[in-house]
């Protein structure tokens, strides 16, 4: 779950706060690596201890494969929030010893202000790796914060709409190379129940997408991926492009399209630490509705901003992450981003990038396969921040 604050300048420059937050950084991961190194050698002299858990943690994760998460939280737009999540690993087919693991994971919340949130996603890989099946399904109903459109907006312009959605998205892909994949994609959405001001910035502008719609995309995905895990990489790269196209022949309120590309590499510098480094862009055309519009912010990207308060035709983000073990199944990450939204490309001028930083803990739920439980916890300057909660890694 994440909370919505401000991000207006604060006092200090922003080369001032890079160098402080670098600062900051740099010191967190020394310490870390110090306490780190004491563990270990305090180890020898914990066998038994780490024997017993060891052995509760094998009953756990056995435990976590049949039985739910729960979801128990709370934030002032929400009210308390209750729910399960869920995350299972798994092969398709027992003879297939080479393809990598399948995943199905499953989110039901309900809050006491009315939201609801139902998400069933899966990745399904088979016949040695041949083959790629991303799925994603999602029903939600609950507010959104906007400021407005495009990047220089603020927060005393901030407003509520809710909105209704029904989402259907996947990609089939095929190996036409080793480690490259091509294919189609589908995307296929609906809109409704827009409920907002009678004097928001939606209806003054006649912004399209005001009533809703339905979005049908068809269109292509190019995938290269040569990492080692796809949930929690040590090392490789992927680079995933997907251009969609909503044409009114195949039932779109509105025709536009999308063209999304997420670049990614890992670096292993020593044993079980990473380097991750992440940059994506996504670009829309035509008659795009605002909620179709890119958006800045989420537990993936950009952490801290809540997603969709920042948007427009156009985003670009970055972000470069440090992953370390603590001890046993707990480790933590640490992170810096920055990104914007503009209405062009060529308006994407640096002074407009926003900054992203935070850490995060780590609990490994399947050792088997090395995936993670992770806790994040972002922020921004102004009072920017958010707090996530999900399975597998950022990115």
Request: glycine share 8%; net charge positive.
């Amino acid at each position: 779950m994440q909370t919505l604050y401000p991000f207006p300048p604060g006092v200090l420059s922003r080369q001032a706060k890079l160098r402080l937050i670098f600062k900051n950084i740099c010191l967190l991961v020394f310490a870390l690596l110090s306490w780190q190194a004491a563990v270990a050698q305090s180890s020898a002299t914990a066998q038994d201890t780490v024997s017993k858990f060891d052995k509760f943690n094998k009953k756990a994760e056995a435990l976590f494969k049949i039985i739910p998460v729960p979801i128990i939280t709370y934030s002032s737009e929400a009210g308390n929030i209750f729910g399960l999540a869920k995350f299972n690993l798994f092969h398709l087919s027992k003879k297939d010893t080479i393809s990598r693991p399948s995943k199905l994971s499953e989110v039901v919340s309900f809050s006491t202000k009315g939201r609801v949130n139902v998400s069933i996603s899966n990745d399904l890989i088979f016949r040695e790796n041949k083959y790629m099946i991303l799925s994603y399904f999602n029903y939600k109903k609950q507010p959104e914060y906007l400021l407005g459109i495009g990047n220089d907006v603020s927060i005393h312009n901030a407003e509520q709409v809710t909105i209704d959605r029904i989402k259907f998205f996947s990609t089939a892909m095929i190996r036409v190379k080793k480690f490259v994949y091509a294919g189609i994609a589908l995307d296929v959405a609906d809109y409704f129940k827009v409920e907002t001001d009678s004097n928001s910035f939606l209806i003054r502008d006649e912004v399209t997408g005001l009533h809703g719609g339905t979005d049908v995309g068809i269109g292509g995905a190019f995938a290269l991926d040569s990492r080692d895990n796809r949930y929690n990489a040590y090392k490789g790269e992927l680079l995933l492009a997907t251009v969609l196209f909503y044409p009114e022949w195949l039932g779109s309120s509105f025709q536009f399209a999308r063209i999304e590309v997420d670049a990614r590499k890992y670096y292993n510098p020593w044993f079980r630490h990473v380097i991750a480094v992440q940059a994506t862009t996504l670009y829309t055309t035509g008659d795009v509705p605002f909620y179709d519009l890119a958006q800045l912010g989420g537990e993936d990207k950009m952490r801290g901003y809540y997603k969709g308060a920042l948007r427009d035709k156009i985003l670009f983000d970055a972000q470069i992450e440090y992953r370390m073990p603590v001890w046993n199944i707990f480790g933590i990450t640490t992170w810096i981003g920055t990104g914007r939204v503009a209405d062009q490309y060529k308006n994407l001028s640096l002074d407009g990038f926003r900054l992203s930083f935070g850490g995060g803990i780590r609990v490994r739920v399947d050792t088997k396969n090395n995936t993670n439980l992770r806790f994040d916890m972002g922020f921004g300057p102004g009072g920017v921040s958010g707090f996530y909660f999900n399975f597998a890694e950022a990115f």
